[in-house]
């Protein structure tokens, strides 16, 4: 299937490793040019290097997502040296968990003001991307954490407030044809991530996260990666406003 991203441009946060990176490799898959922001300024020239080598135009920088000023004039540059925006992934997260305030504080900085941020600074950008083309889109990643908890924990209710958010910015924007949508993993396994380390730390608990999985498996990051692609493209030119659940069955509600 033709997704019709071929000469878009697509900003991805957190781009650089796991999800966020397969995420901007499979835009450029799709010949999107593709803008990318972490804080490693090694990871960033690499992922820069090798989208290039995949044919399209792409732009990086350092950032941290915590710094508000920073983080809007990265995606103004992205849009100005890329020609545009189509397409705006906020991916970055803090990844921290706990009741602790320092906890809080870091995922509203960054999960939820990172989106919000980057939403306002690309928002002429998107707009007159779906003028001219039809369709644009803003595409956050959450987590099936936001429908999951025993405990209080930042990392759940700020997932949560994520999906929301985008509810109401869908709404919002529908007239404009500029589409808001969430996805939300399940647990996902690549070596220098989260699981990665717990199986390498915590073998017993991995084993026991892998059982509670119909599937018996956890995601790729490629796999993440695909349903968001898909989700931002032409080609869901009338989904706007949902929460795409990528977790293998794991969760059980139902959800409406």
């Not at 020609?83 to 995922?107: F, P, Y």
Request: hydrophobic share 45%.
């Amino acid at each position: 299937m033709d997704l019709q991203l071929k000469g878009k441009t697509a900003v991805v946060t957190g781009g650089t490793r796991g999800i966020g990176r397969s995420i901007a490799d499979t835009f450029a898959d799709e010949g999107a040019n593709v803008a990318i922001c972490a804080r490693n300024a090694d990871q960033v020239a690499e992922t820069v290097k090798a989208l290039e080598a995949k044919g399209v135009k792409a732009f990086g920088q350092v950032v941290d997502i915590a710094d508000g000023p920073a983080l809007q004039a990265f995606i103004v540059k992205a849009g100005e040296t890329l020609g545009g925006i189509d397409v705006l992934v906020s991916n970055a997260s803090a990844l921290v968990q706990g009741n602790g305030e320092s906890a809080w504080q870091a995922m509203f900085n960054i999960d939820i003001l990172g989106a919000v941020r980057t939403f306002d600074a690309a928002r002429p950008f998107l707009e007159k991307a779906a003028e001219t083309h039809g369709d644009a889109a803003f595409i956050i990643t959450s987590s099936i954490s936001a429908a999951e908890t025993d405990n209080p924990d930042a990392y759940g209710a700020m997932k949560a407030a994520l999906i929301h958010y985008a509810k109401g910015v869908a709404r919002q924007n529908a007239s404009k044809k500029v589409r808001c949508n969430v996805v939300s993993p399940g647990t996902v396994y690549f070596d220098d991530g989260v699981w990665g380390r717990v199986k390498v730390g915590m073998p017993g608990f991995f084993d026991q996260m892998i059982q509670r999985n119909p599937t018996g498996r956890m995601a790729t990051p490629e796999e993440v990666a695909a349903a968001t692609v898909f989700l931002a493209s032409p080609r869901s030119a009338f989904t706007t406003g949902i929460n795409m659940i990528v977790d293998g069955a794991i969760s059980r509600r139902a959800n409406f």
